[in-house]
């Protein structure tokens, strides 16, 4: 291993990673083998290796005389998560893109990690607003209109492990604090298929979000808009805005394979 290791970086998590890359490319390997290429002490070798087993990310190759490992199953859920993305931004763009200049409102994909939300792509055209919420930063479910989207469309013990573990700060006096009323709030957006956040991220701000559906039914994502409040104001311009949004959601979701009522999914 290289000696001249930042002290920004953790000696274990090169190593673990060292192995793991090591192992993308070769077809199993032994204890030693691994070790000899990846330049750690066989006792270190072997605790990784172990570890990395016991939670899936290797599987032991049991039919050769010496144990073998290789990568293991659990990979797949990166590996997934990865492509997903991948394929999601590149056909989400053209469609915020177009949703943007329809609404004239800035557009957002979100998605849920963990117990938060990230906003992991934009389109203004050209909309500036004074507030938003971060690119690539996770922020509160309770104030992120994506994330009360993807939410309310969870397996409901997914769901319910999820706000277990979430944080529900307080914004502004609109944002909901209470998780027995926030249950019901996501049982009423996945009534109506949109959520309206009225002023609970920011005051003078508003935002109208729709689920996303992979090819198996299940929400991976949200899009939305987001603009002043007061282009939220009339009752026929609310409608608009909320057509649109659930328009381009519904073309997502069947650009990545999906096909069925959202009405039917995420259950």
């Given at each position: 291993?290289?000696k001249d290791?930042?002290e920004?970086?953790?000696?274990?998590?090169?190593?673990?990673f060292?192995?793991?890359?090591?192992?993308?490319?070769?077809?199993?390997a032994?204890?030693?083998?691994?070790?000899?290429?990846?330049?750690?002490p066989?006792?270190?070798?072997?605790?990784?290796?172990?570890?990395?087993t016991?939670?899936?990310?290797?599987?032991?190759?049991?039919?050769?005389?010496?144990?073998?490992?290789?990568?293991?199953?659990?990979?797949?859920?990166?590996?997934?998560?990865?492509?997903?993305?991948?394929?999601?931004?590149?056909?989400?763009k053209p469609?915020?893109?177009?949703?943007s200049?329809?609404?004239?409102?800035t557009?957002?994909?979100?998605?849920?990690?963990?117990?938060?939300?990230?906003?992991?792509?934009?389109?203004?055209?050209?909309?500036?607003?004074?507030?938003?919420?971060?690119?690539?930063?996770?922020?509160?479910?309770?104030?992120?209109?994506?994330g009360?989207?993807?939410c309310?469309?969870?397996?409901?013990?997914?769901?319910?492990?999820?706000?277990?573990?979430?944080?529900?700060?307080?914004?502004?006096?609109?944002t909901?604090?209470d998780?027995?009323?926030?249950?019901?709030?996501?049982?009423?957006?996945?009534?109506?298929?949109?959520?309206f956040?009225?002023e609970?991220?920011?005051l003078?701000i508003c935002?109208?979000?729709?689920?996303?559906?992979?090819?198996?039914g299940k929400?991976?994502?949200?899009?939305?808009?987001?603009?002043?409040?007061s282009?939220y104001?009339?009752?026929?311009?609310?409608?608009?805005?909320?057509?649109a949004?659930?328009?381009?959601?519904?073309?997502?979701?069947?650009?990545?394979?999906?096909?069925?009522?959202?009405?039917?999914?995420?259950?």
């Amino acid at each position: 291993m290289p000696k001249d290791i930042s002290e920004n970086q953790v000696p274990a998590v090169r190593k673990t990673f060292s192995i793991l890359e090591y192992l993308l490319t070769a077809d199993g390997a032994t204890i030693k083998d691994i070790s000899a290429n990846c330049q750690i002490p066989p006792a270190s070798t072997m605790r990784i290796v172990k570890t990395l087993t016991e939670m899936g990310y290797l599987e032991q190759n049991s039919e050769k005389t010496a144990a073998s490992y290789r990568i293991g199953p659990s990979f797949l859920r990166f590996y997934q998560k990865a492509r997903n993305s991948i394929n999601l931004q590149a056909i989400a763009k053209p469609e915020m893109e177009s949703l943007s200049h329809e609404t004239s409102q800035t557009s957002q994909l979100a998605i849920l990690e963990g117990s938060s939300v990230l906003y992991i792509m934009v389109s203004n055209n050209n909309v500036q607003l004074g507030i938003m919420a971060p690119l690539d930063s996770p922020i509160p479910i309770n104030v992120s209109a994506g994330g009360k989207a993807i939410c309310a469309y969870l397996p409901e013990e997914e769901k319910l492990s999820v706000l277990k573990r979430a944080a529900l700060p307080s914004y502004t006096a609109n944002t909901i604090t209470d998780k027995m009323e926030l249950l019901f709030r996501l049982s009423e957006v996945k009534k109506h298929g949109y959520e309206f956040d009225n002023e609970e991220y920011a005051l003078g701000i508003c935002c109208i979000a729709a689920p996303i559906f992979d090819h198996t039914g299940k929400v991976i994502a949200a899009v939305g808009i987001t603009g002043p409040s007061s282009k939220y104001d009339s009752e026929e311009d609310f409608s608009k805005l909320v057509a649109a949004v659930q328009k381009t959601a519904a073309s997502i979701s069947r650009k990545i394979g999906n096909s069925k009522d959202s009405s039917m999914q995420g259950s």
